[in-house]
């Protein structure tokens, strides 16, 4: 199979590097001297890429200048090589854009077309300038790129042929020596006998444009997926509420899900870090009742704990990192279940977001002899497997109420018991009670004790 | 101008005509005298519906243990902010499962919320809820509806004065505590008229069968009063 390579090139890549915000910004990027990248906005304002500086700055005063900043560049690509990541298994960055094998790709996507919609559609749903071709060689793939074209494979030769030199990224020099040798276009140069081609050209321009007529390639340094997800979204201006964090949540909720896909792994504890304008970072750990892998099950409690992290000074990044991580397992729907585990597994969630991780919890048995701490409620259930020999009431009362010295005074009968609990003597608390069953005035029926130590009678419970 | 049929409402049983018994999904109270007051003979498994009472700490469990009792799926039984904490062996011998039952602790302001997340998840079978002190009639209206869609059951307790305010939810109830038990009223539900006061007395046989492992200590006057 000859190989297949796409190249991706992202026209406001150094604008996104410095803010996803920037399309709602009057901003354009410089390399010193002159205009490379300006915002729609800055556009429209008459500002275009090649402008000199002084000029820009005269034309719009009001423009946001900013000189670009290869290693934010740098970084942004590693987070777009991570997207394009499951469209290939080698993706690499090179050419400040991203290059991919996709000829195995055909297998899982469908024809060069099918792949070609799917990596467009992907960048336009997250709102992404992005241009694409595909070429036997990354070189290759560059000069379509260039001319603007995005031909198939059966087209590449004919496509090759009509380019004219000045599109090959070889020097002024070489292009002038080339056009005087009568080249004028590829088709010309590659028509030549290969002997003198090489004599013609030093050993670069040489293997450069082999490359480009896809009979020689440059090797590529494929990307390597971290082995934890921490990835992070940078803003012009500061955000001040939620409304306006929840697309950026969102956009790296929906990468993190795409990265444990890959994996077939799924996590129960993610980590925010929100960057404030004064310089103060607030962390906000999200735990979820079992591992998830969707998008939407990280960002509902997300959402809902959001409010709290919002102070004084606005948030001008937000990063997501996700450092435990299991395997999948797969969900086992019954066809006649009338719901499924993860519906309660996320209402759970979502309610512990909002109302905190103890609102939530489940009567539970625990091995201890003594009634209130044998029933508690928590909120990891568990269940010690002991017999019950006597009736037990249905509420407890948390903190027991002062019956005084005689129950009879305080209107409760005495029904059955005594139920004699002595225990407790290995802890702190040794407890030695006789507990009753007794009945109120109003024929309410009680669970009673009284303290043998002390001869005091207390309320413990009601029976329902 | 166009006939509109209201068949189509009647079949989702949205719309209930008058005297007729409506086709809704039905769960026995437990009380054979309650079970014929209620329209379809029970409470109706998938609404809101309204207690009222003075008493919310004693009456509401008294009255819906049975209907939990006699009701188990594998779906989930949540308690919303009850006045004690729920226990778990007392659970297990009122054949209830508590691993199935969840308690949940709202401050006032978050409730309806929380209500509205439960009422509507398919997870949930059925709520009980107290502290709703003041709730609004949208409120009670999404709760209404997310009971609907997610075929969830809701029993909301309220204080009596609510009675005076009306309120979207098709059953409407008020249970007063008398010596020998609790009276119970419906005075709104569905397709029914509002019906007599329906008495229900305590059932303290189980008393008077002590468990092996407890001595038998029951005074003739006890077992007088009892019987």
């Known amino acids: 199979m000859r190989c297949l390579y796409a190249q991706l090139h992202f026209p406001e890549l150094a604008l996104e590097a410095l803010g996803s915000d920037y399309q709602i910004t009057k901003i354009a990027v410089h390399d010193g001297q002159k205009i490379i990248q300006a915002s729609e906005q800055a556009l429209n ?42 469209y290939s298994h080698q993706v690499a960055i090179r050419n400040h854009g991203l290059c991919l094998e996709v000829a195995k790709s055909e297998q899982l996507f469908g024809a060069l077309p099918e792949i070609y919609n799917a990596l467009t559609q992907s960048a336009k749903k997250a709102g992404r300038p992005m241009q694409l071709a595909f070429g036997h060689t990354p070189e290759m793939a560059d000069i379509f790129l260039k001319q603007g074209i995005c031909p198939l494979p059966n087209t590449f030769q004919k496509c090759l042929e009509r380019t004219t030199i000045e599109v090959c990224e070889i020097s002024q020099a070489h292009i002038q020596r080339l056009n005087n040798m009568g080249f004028r276009t590829l088709k010309d140069y590659f028509e030549a006998p290969g002997r003198a081609r090489q004599k013609r050209l030093p050993r670069i321009e040489y293997q450069y444009l082999e490359a480009v007529s896809g009979q020689h390639s440059s090797p590529l340094k494929w990307f390597e997926p971290p082995p934890l997800f921490d990835q992070s979204i940078e803003f012009f201006k500061g955000l001040e509420n939620e409304k306006m964090l929840r697309l950026p949540m969102e956009r790296l909720t929906q990468e993190a899900e795409n990265w444990l896909r890959k994996r077939q792994m799924a996590t129960s504890n993610i980590l925010w870090d929100f960057k404030m304008e004064n310089g103060h970072d607030t962390p906000l750990r999200i735990r979820l009742n079992q591992p998830e892998t969707h998008a939407q099950a990280f960002i ?15 948030i001008i990044a937000v990063r997501l990192r996700i450092q435990e991580i299991v395997q999948t397992i797969p969900k086992r729907n019954d066809l006649f279940l009338k719901y499924h585990d993860s519906d309660r597994h996320q209402l ?69 018991g005594p139920e004699r609990i002595e225990t407790g003597w290995w802890d702190s608390e040794p407890t030695c009670r006789s507990y009753w069953i007794s009945l109120t005035r109003s024929d309410r029926v009680a669970w009673i004790y009284q303290d043998l130590h002390h001869k005091t009678w207390w309320l413990a419970g009601w029976f329902a | 101008m166009k006939a509109i049929s209201l ?29 014929q007051s209620l329209a379809g003979g029970g409470w109706p498994a998938h609404m809101l519906i309204e207690i009222l009472t003075s008493s919310p700490e004693e009456l509401p469990m008294q009255c819906i243990l049975k209907t939990w009792q006699l009701h188990q799926d594998e779906r989930w039984y949540v308690l919303v902010n009850p006045p004690y904490q729920p226990c778990a062996e007392g659970l297990i011998q009122a054949n209830l499962k508590p691993e199935q039952i969840d308690l949940i602790r709202a401050n006032p302001k978050d409730t309806s919320w929380c209500l509205e997340q439960m009422a509507g998840s398919p997870a ?40 005076a305010n009306a309120s979207p939810a098709p059953l409407r109830a008020q249970l007063h505590k008398i010596d020998s038990g609790f009276t119970i009223e419906i005075f709104k539900q569905p397709a029914a008229n509002a019906h007599p006061i329906i008495e229900i007395k305590n059932d303290l046989e189980w008393l008077l069968k002590p468990a092996p492992a407890m001595r038998k200590i029951v005074t003739q006057s006890i077992h007088k009063r009892l019987q």
């Open chain 1, 300 to 314: 509902d409690p997300s959402s809902l704990k959001l409010a709290h992290c919002f102070g004084v000074s606005p």
């Open chain 2, 124 to 163: 949930i079978a059925s709520i009980l809820a107290w502290g709703i002190e003041k709730i609004r009639t949208p409120q009670l209206r999404r709760l209404q509806l997310a009971c609907q869609q997610a075929r969830t059951q809701l029993f909301l307790i309220r204080p009596l004065n609510a009675r």
């Open chain 1, 45 to 86: 304002d008459g500002i275009f890429p090649g402008m000199t500086l002084n000029m820009a700055i005269t034309l719009s005063p009001l423009l946001n200048v900013r000189p670009q900043q290869p290693k934010k560049q740098e970084q942004l690509l590693y987070r777009l090589a991570h997207w394009a990541y499951q």
């Open chain 1, 348 to 416: 759970i969630d979502r309610l512990k977001a909002r109302l905190g991780e103890q609102a939530i919890t489940t009567p539970c048995r625990i091995a201890d002899p003594r009634p209130e701490k044998a029933n508690q409620c928590l909120s990891k259930p568990q269940s010690a497997k002991m017999p019950i020999l006597s009736p037990r009431p249905i509420w407890l009362i948390k903190t027991p109420l002062a019956l005084g010295s005689s129950p009879e005074k305080s209107g409760y009968q005495l029904l059955q």
């Open chain 2, 7 to 35: 068949q189509s409402l009647i079949d989702d049983g949205r719309l209930w005509k008058g005297g007729s018994s409506p086709e809704i999904a039905i769960r026995s109270s437990g009380f054979q005298a309650l079970d």
